[in-house]
């Protein structure tokens, strides 16, 4: 997934020993804001109990190195897409198969007794979650076939506009800076859009997907933030990937492409990106963000859509139009802005 971007979560728990009073809000009266990238580079829940203004100078300079190897994984992302010469919805199927092959012994070894004690409630919400990750990759990766590696990239990562527009529509009233924030990145998505328009129709398909794609990995960072609440890390990404995995195998079954037949440099380049973004990217960034905060971790990781854009530009001679990078600025600038509200204290 495009990189798992910026995503309010319904409620924050202070850390161990930090009172509440402590704990600054999100945009949305009470509610902190974390990142989420490619995929899941932040986990929703993961951020739920970390504080949002951490003591920086007290962090391990590990922490930071690990958040640099953790963007650079959801930067290789899409220019690994791009690359695989294999079915789009294929290489989707085979990372989450791999995932899900490599969380089963953990699990099923450690996990056993919580994946049986799950409510029904919360089985369902990861089933559900699973279906929005595997809606997610059925949009993105086709996407990234049909237009560039930048322009595919920046609108998918629009997940946090999806985010907020439905939070808002629960009744959420978000500060100015986040309106302002939405209305820089939508006039980003509109001239980028627009100006795919004069170049061709497929492109602009390839725009309406990488959209689609962040919606529907909004509806699976929010369901996810929901299980996380009760249910560990590696027991919900267990259900989910194996959800996900089975529905794009239906997928591909349906649509006729092909699951094997190919080249040994294909299977490398899906084992590979199966480990930057699955595990390097999500992984690392769940790890450092309960010390360095979600706020902090949200900024960096907005760095995905330059990196990917400027790997794709080294590795594949992909180098998007001049029009394209202004929009691109106003979509990663709008973000940037709802991120930063994370800062602030909500209004009474």
Do not use: K
């Not at 979560?9 to 809000?25: D, F, H, M």
């Not at 995929?39 to 391990?60: F, R, Y």
């Amino acid at each position: 997934m495009a990189a798992e971007r910026v995503i309010p979560i319904p409620s924050l728990r202070p850390l161990p020993g930090c009172s509440a009073a402590r704990v600054r809000r999100g945009p949305f009266r009470g509610e902190p804001v974390t990142s989420t990238a490619e995929t899941a580079p932040v986990s929703a829940a993961a951020s739920a109990t970390v504080s949002a203004t951490p003591d920086l100078a007290a962090v391990p300079r590990i922490d930071f190195l690990l958040l640099a190897l953790a963007v650079s994984g959801v930067a290789f992302s899409a220019p690994l897409i791009s690359a695989i010469a294999a079915p789009a919805v294929a290489i989707a199927f085979w990372r989450n198969c791999f995932a899900t092959g490599v969380l089963a012994p953990i699990t099923l070894l450690r996990h056993r007794a919580e994946l049986r004690a799950m409510t029904r409630r919360t089985v369902l919400l990861s089933l559900a979650a699973g279906a929005f990750l595997a809606l997610h990759f059925a949009l993105w990766l086709p996407s990234l076939r049909l237009t560039d590696v930048a322009t595919s990239t920046a609108l998918c990562t629009a997940t946090p506009l999806w985010t907020t527009l439905y939070l808002r529509l629960r009744g959420h009233r978000p500060p100015r800076i986040v309106w302002a924030g939405i209305s820089l990145a939508f006039a980003g998505v509109v001239l980028l859009t627009g100006f795919d328009l004069t170049l061709s129709s497929r492109a602009v398909l390839g725009d309406v997907l990488a959209l689609g794609a962040g919606m529907a990995a909004s509806g699976y960072f929010l369901l996810g933030s929901e299980v996380r609440r009760t249910v560990s890390t590696t027991a919900y990404t267990f259900v989910c990937y194996a959800t996900t995995a089975v529905l794009l195998l239906v997928t591909c079954l349906l649509s006729g492409q092909s699951l094997t037949g190919y080249s040994a440099t294909a299977w490398w380049q899906i084992v590979l990106l199966t480990g930057c973004a699955q595990f390097l990217g999500h992984s690392l960034s769940n790890r450092v963000v309960r010390t360095l905060g979600p706020s902090f971790v949200s900024t960096a990781i907005l760095l995905e859509t330059p990196g990917a854009t400027l790997i794709a530009a080294v590795w594949l001679g992909q180098l998007p139009p001049l029009a394209v990078y202004p929009a691109v600025a106003m979509i990663m600038a709008g973000l940037l802005l709802i991120i930063r509200a994370g800062r602030r204290p909500a209004a009474a």
